[in-house]
């Protein structure tokens, strides 16, 4: 089945630094979305990327898709402690619905 | 408008005592989730539903979980008997399309 494998498992920056975190599957994705968990909480969505080479942008944050819609990343410039959570990728496979998520990237910031 | 509904918040209880988690998605939501959260990983899919049908439940431990959403609203998951390893928090999400999904605040289960 596929798997979808996220790098690195954690993360921890200064404030102000940048922080990216990449999604890799092991099958060709129909599209992958991104979710944000602060701690205690639960998976907010971000994003949904459908396009090879996507690249969407949200204030700070940056959405990749690759080519072969087999990989994307989550760039965050200048980090703010209210970045602090765990981002996941999610993916969905070209022949079905499931969305897999990924582990997760846990990102710390500190002031 | 209102989230998704999910209780209890919590639960602890003994291994081999059932438990039940009941879920209201957000008004006009077809498309319900459960899912299951273990520390340190991402959600796991139990069981996908089509208004009331449950069109997957390839990844229900189906000789103690259950499932039902009988009238293609809210849901209720069960398990029974519970053991140790269930310990975890069990998310709820429903979406209008196959995009964004929206997820409830979970119920953490403790398996004692």
């Known amino acids: 089945g596929q798997q979808v494998m996220q790098i690195p498992q954690y993360q921890h920056v200064q404030e102000g630094e940048d922080f990216t975190t990449y999604c890799n599957s092991s099958?060709?994705?129909?599209?992958i979305q991104w979710y944000k968990q602060r701690p205690g909480g639960h998976p907010v969505f971000l994003i949904q990327?459908?396009?090879?080479?996507e690249v969407k942008k949200q204030k700070r944050l940056t959405f990749q898709f690759g080519e072969a819609k087999k990989n994307s990343s989550l760039h965050i410039t200048a980090t703010q402690t209210t970045d602090v959570g765990t981002y996941f990728c999610a993916g969905r496979e070209s022949s079905g619905y499931a969305l897999n998520f990924g582990k997760g990237t846990s990102l710390l910031v500190t002031p | 408008e209102a989230g998704v509904v999910q209780s209890p918040r919590y639960k602890i209880i003994e291994k081999k005592q059932p438990v039940a988690f009941w879920c209201n998605p957000i008004?006009?939501?077809?498309?319900l989730y459960w899912y299951l959260q273990n520390l340190g990983q991402g959600p796991e899919l139990l069981i996908r539903?089509?208004?009331?049908?449950?069109?997957?439940d390839s990844q229900l431990p189906k000789d103690r979980f259950s499932a039902e959403r009988l009238k293609g609203v809210d849901s209720t998951l069960k398990i029974q008997p519970a053991e140790l390893g269930d310990s975890a928090v069990y998310l709820c999400?429903?979406?209008?399309?196959?995009?964004?999904?929206?997820f409830g605040p979970g119920t953490r289960l403790t398996v004692l």
């Open positions: 990327l459908v396009k090879s080479g």
């Open positions: 099958t060709t994705l129909s599209n």
């Open positions: 539903y089509e208004n009331e049908e449950a069109v997957d």
């Open positions: 008004s006009g939501h077809n498309t």
């Open positions: 999400a429903s979406s209008l399309t196959y995009n964004e999904q929206f």
